[in-house]
């Protein structure tokens, strides 16, 4: 949801996605959306000790949005605002009613660089009070002024913190705001990310040492090449998020009701799965009961092939089990750019045993399925995956003449490691320095807070009851929440998933000795806990109308009453009536994707808790 909402926004982005956390060190103010680095980025060599480094440098105060009090809250000696999930918009639509009103913003400059902050910038075909100052001041279509008192009564916030939160972002010198993945996997998503990307727009804090464009950065790549694609003859694609709708039904899934892309319908079903190195197959997809009952007939998907190297829970479902080599089997030519932030970094890897018994490389295969259909050498274009290192790494070395020869190399580990230059790690500074010379690539080449595209997209598409796509960042109502009082009369509690120091996603929770050490349980608070007489380690049925799952509770202050909090990525393990005795929180979430990117909606439940 937060590719396609930046898409939206900013346009394309191109290699840097966001400012480098390295940036902080030129704050004096951080404010974080659900973004929880000591829990999801635990690596010591990467964005945590950016982030440690860049607070120590500046002391910036830090102030993190969330509803759980995470473990960043305490590493990063930050404020908590608890906050309830699916609600973030609202909290900027009061945040920016206070910058309008206290005259805060710098109009001027905020329509220099963005179309559709007030009504001298809108496109002609906008509605004259589309803008996003209408919305907030109450003139736009819904008639409502987003206060900090009516936010407060949505997001749990109190009216005097959004104030001062609003006031202390403005007179920043330097404010760098950024989002997690966690605020973007609900029903509203795009919308949640759309809404934090443009604070640093109306507060002026972007393009500047110090600032960023409300995104969470990803890493600078190093430059390693990656074997080539090919050209694939089918054209047609469909949201990833969706494939078990183009099993059960692709009669449904259509350019304007499911987002396919390519043709304005499927003609057929999947009818053969690819599953390779990822639990997504069942365990972590939303609504596991629905995804089980649509992988065990083989009506629908014929056939079923898992590549990995541990029997996880999507893997019983392989027709055709393929075992993959571990990384400690394994050899590769590995480039840096996922989580290392402003450091990039090239590794050889090197395997330290010799493959065992069946185990194979992804390559090889891929190789011999090549062979079978004739089309070997056109796929590995006669090179082995060693032959493709030596060969990958001879294009790094054409560029960085100082690089050892490959036969050198191949055994030094880590063999090349830079680090990002200050004045390259900031997001939106040729942009800042002069919006005409150097526009961003969204259709006006300005930062998009009315989006004319995504405003004709939603004429076109046709969207389930209750789903809106609007042109600005509205906070959009969701069905599973608290303000759905005929539903929480039956699931009172919100419920939203959280990565554990446990496991990595569903990697490693197989691991007892792990479990031991950071055993998985709900976190709910005192107050739900004594209303359902619960204490720490009572075993539970966390419960809703799509399952039933078992685990331990943890009761503690460091979560929003009437919110829970289920950690993801245990193995879903059903007993004889049907309970996930495994803990896995996919057993309870929904299906539902969400109205633009049909995307991760998975942290938006209701549910109820009882003890077992």
């Keep these: 949801q937060n590719f396609t909402a930046t898409s939206y926004t900013y346009g394309a982005t191109g290699v840097q996605f966001a400012s480098h956390f390295s940036q902080i060190a030129h704050s004096d103010l ?14 010591g060599g990467g964005q945590v000790e950016e982030l440690r480094r860049a607070l120590e440098i500046s002391g910036a105060r830090v102030i993190i949005i969330d509803p759980r009090y995470t473990d960043s809250v305490v590493t990063e000696h930050a404020e908590w605002l608890p906050i309830r999930p699916t609600t973030d918009a609202a909290l900027v639509a009061a945040i920016a009613h206070t910058l309008i009103k206290e005259n805060l913003i710098d109009e001027e400059r905020v329509n220099t660089y963005c179309v559709g902050y007030d009504r001298s910038t809108l496109p002609e075909a906008a509605k004259p009070n589309a ?69 640093p727009a109306l507060t002026g804090h972007f393009g500047l040492p110090g600032t960023n464009n409300g995104n969470w950065t990803y890493g600078t790549p190093y430059g390693v090449p990656a074997l080539p694609i090919g050209e694939n003859s089918v054209k047609v694609s469909i949201p990833c998020y969706l494939w078990t709708d183009a099993i059960q039904s692709p009669e449904k899934m259509t350019a304007t009701t499911m987002g396919v892309k390519g043709a304005d319908k499927l003609k057929t079903g999947i009818k053969l799965f690819f599953n390779q190195a990822g639990n997504a197959l069942l365990n972590q997809h939303g609504n596991i009961n629905r995804t089980r009952k649509i992988l065990e007939d083989d009506s629908l998907c014929e056939t079923i092939v898992v590549i990995d190297n541990h029997m ?92 050892p020869e490959w036969e050198v190399a191949m055994n030094m580990g880590v063999i090349d490691q830079q680090s990002t230059r200050d004045e390259d790690s900031i997001i939106l500074a040729d942009f800042r320095h002069d919006p005409v010379a150097s526009p961003l690539t969204t259709p006006s080449g300005k930062i998009e807070i009315y989006s004319h595209t995504l405003a004709e997209l939603a004429k076109t598409w046709t969207l389930p009851e209750g789903d809106r796509i609007p042109a600005i960042p509205e906070f959009c109502v969701v069905a599973e929440s608290h303000l759905n009082k005929n539903l929480t009369a039956k699931y009172p509690l919100q419920m939203s998933g959280f990565h554990t120091k446990g496991h990595t996603h569903s990697t490693y929770a197989s691991v007892l000795m792990l479990h031991e050490a950071v055993p ?6 005192p107050i739900d806990a004594n209303a359902r007489q619960l204490k720490s380690g009572d075993l539970v049925h966390v419960f809703n109308d799509r399952g039933v799952v078992e685990i331990p509770c943890k009761v503690t202050q460091r979560i929003l009453p009437g919110v829970v909090a289920m950690p993801q990525g245990a193995w879903t393990r059903l007993d004889s009536n049907g309970v996930d005795v495994g803990g896995c929180i996919n057993t309870l979430t929904s299906h539902l994707p969400s109205p633009l990117a049909k995307g991760n909606p998975q942290h938006t439940n209701l549910v109820e808790i009882k003890r077992a």
């Design 312 to 403: 996880t829970a999507s893997a019983r479902f392989a027709d055709i089990l393929l075992p993959e080599t571990s990384y400690l089997e394994a050899e590769d030519l590995v480039d840096s750019s996922y989580a290392a932030g402003s450091h990039h970094y090239m590794i050889a890897m090197q395997k330290t045993i010799t493959p065992m018994w069946e185990v194979r490389s992804t390559y090889d295969i891929c190789a011999d399925i090549a062979g079978h259909l004739g089309v070997r050498e056109r796929f590995t274009e006669g090179r082995t995956q060693a032959e493709w290192m030596a060969k990958h790494y001879g294009q790094v070395k054409e560029k960085r003449s100082y690089l």
């Design 520 to 525: 998985d349980e709900i976190w709910i608070n």
């Design 131 to 199: 803008s996003y100052k209408d919305y907030v001041l109450g003139n736009g279509d819904d008639g409502v002024e987003k206060t900090p008192e009516w936010a407060a009564d949505i997001c749990g916030i109190p009216a005097i913190r959004i104030r001062q939160l609003a006031r202390e972002m403005a007179g920043a010198r330097a404010c760098f705001i950024a989002q997690g993945w966690g605020p973007q996997r609900h029903a509203n998503g795009e919308q949640t990310s759309r809404a934090v990307q443009i604070l």
């Design 30 to 43: 951080v404010v974080f959306f659900g973004l929880n680095l000591s829990e999801t980025r635990m690596s």
